[in-house]
């Protein structure tokens, strides 16, 4: 069984400041995905990494793909309370085969 | 501004009840998806389908149907609703590329008293 666990569960951090969401797998994935999910809505797509090494920016958000493809990381800088949600991985091997990671709930205080 | 449209935000049924859980998608996607998300257990797979009139089971399919008569439109449907069945429903829809992200509806919020 594919799992993608990711760390921290947890975190509560106050505006300005950097932090730093884990995804790991012991499985390869041809792709990895990042979502948001704020209260009460749908989680929203922000990137796909495919190749091993592959990092992404988008503003202040910068992704990475391990270089084996087991693994990402997801750095924000000076984190604003707007990027508060429930960040989610979630990787892929084929068409239909979507595995997603146990989640990590942001707060990020004014 | 596409989308997926999740007919109800809350509903609020009685044990026993047949309940349909309606999302439609305006992009022509070829996949549909229905997920549950609950605490602690975190996204669930009950159903997808990759065509018109095709469904598979995800991993959680005990308790639930599908339906998907036309390309845009993928129903849910609990056929005897049960207090365990309360959740957070979410439809998704995607392209039929490998990694392909998915949009999602904003879900629905389903209480089953």
């Known amino acids: 069984t594919q799992l993608l666990e990711q760390s921290p569960q947890f975190l509560s951090i106050q505006e300005g400041e950097n932090l730093t969401v884990y995804c790991n797998s012991s499985?390869?994935?041809?792709?990895l995905q990042w979502y948001r999910q704020e209260p009460g809505e749908g989680p929203v797509l922000l990137v796909t990494v495919v190749t091993g090494g592959e990092v992404k920016k988008l503003k202040r958000l910068t992704f990475q793909f391990g270089d084996a493809r087991k693994d990402s990381s997801l750095h924000i800088t000076a984190a604003q309370p707007g990027d508060t949600g429930l960040y989610l991985c979630v990787g892929t091997s084929g068409t239909y085969k979507y595995i997603f990671g146990t989640g990590t709930r942001l707060k990020v205080l004014a | 501004d596409v989308k997926v449209t999740q007919s109800s935000r809350y509903l609020v049924k009685r044990t026993g009840e047949k309940v349909f859980l309606e999302c439609v998608q305006d992009m022509d996607h070829e996949n549909m998806f229905w997920y549950r998300q609950d605490p602690g257990l975190g996204l669930r797979l009950i159903y997808f389908s990759y065509d018109v009139k095709m469904k598979e089971k995800g991993d959680i399919p005990e308790g639930y149907s599908v339906s998907r008569e036309k390309k845009e439109r993928f129903s849910l449907i609990l056929e005897s609703a049960s207090t365990n069945q309360t959740s957070m429903y979410l439809c998704?829809?995607?392209?039929?590329?490998?990694?392909?992200?998915?949009?999602f509806g904003s879900g629905t919020r389903l209480t089953v008293v």
């Open positions: 998704a829809s995607s392209l039929s590329l490998p990694g392909y992200g998915y949009t």
């Open positions: 499985s390869v994935f041809s792709s």
